[in-house]
């Protein structure tokens, strides 16, 4: 596969590569943590517990300060604009939509 994939795909066009944000991977894997705890870990030790509660409040502050740090961001890690963009936003739902269902498809068929 790898090597069909260096016969046919053609290099990057990219006249400089993106500079690297550290900032904006270490806000996006904040968030992707502190929610899969939440999630993980809610049933268990209850919704409303504090760990579980400080899980989400970590996680809405992370995604908001996400999107004010990439908004004023030379390179960003994700373009915040493009979700203003009606098709792309409509995109971007039926994409989650039809991944969660189908995750919910294969969930239920391990049941």
């Known amino acids: 596969m790898a090597i069909l994939a ?4 053609p290099e990057s066009k990219a006249a400089a590569p993106r500079a690297f944000d550290p900032v904006g991977q270490i806000l996006v894997i904040t968030f992707l943590v502190s929610v ?3 999630i993980i870990e809610g049933p268990n030790r209850g919704w409303a517990s504090p760990l579980i ?18 908004r004023r961001h030379r ?7 493009l979700f203003t963009t009606a098709s792309f936003a409509g995109a971007f739902v039926m994409a989650m ?3 969660l269902s189908f995750a919910g ?3 239920a068929n391990t049941l």
Do not use: E, H, M, N
Request: charged share 10%.
């Open 97 to 99: 939509v039809r991944f």
């Open 53 to 70: 509660a400080g899980c989400f409040v970590i996680a809405a502050s992370t995604l908001i300060a996400l999107v004010r740090y990439d």
């Open 36 to 38: 899969v705890f939440g």
């Open 6 to 9: 260096l016969a046919f795909v």
């Open 75 to 81: 390179q960003p890690l994700v373009q915040v604009g």
């Open 105 to 107: 498809l294969l969930f």
